[in-house]
């Protein structure tokens, strides 16, 4: 069984150090001027990044409900948290 209150707190690092990164970005968008192309596929990429830490999160939130469903669908909930991750991680590089 997952421990899901340290799997929780590392999906939640993350989205704080995506959030911090989009600031970052932003900052330097400021400093040179204009918002170019790569400075706009990074924004891209760290709201798609968002958006799979959010859908993790989402699915491993609830201790007791998601232990019913661990119950009863173990191998359903496993393989979507699987392909989530993965896309995360395809999302980045």
Request: glycine share 4%; charged share 15%.
């Amino acid at each position: 069984m997952m421990d899901f209150k340290k799997l929780r707190r590392y999906i939640i690092y993350l989205t704080v150090g995506i959030l911090i990164a989009a600031a970052c970005v932003s900052v330097v968008a400021v400093l040179v001027g204009s918002v170019n192309d790569a400075i706009s596929k990074t924004y891209a990429t760290l709201f798609w990044s968002l958006i799979h830490c959010l859908v993790m999160l989402a699915l491993i939130w609830d201790d007791n409900s998601m232990k019913n469903i661990y119950g009863k669908l173990p191998f359903f909930v496993n393989t979507l948290f699987f392909i989530v991750a993965f896309r995360f991680i395809r999302s980045i590089l």
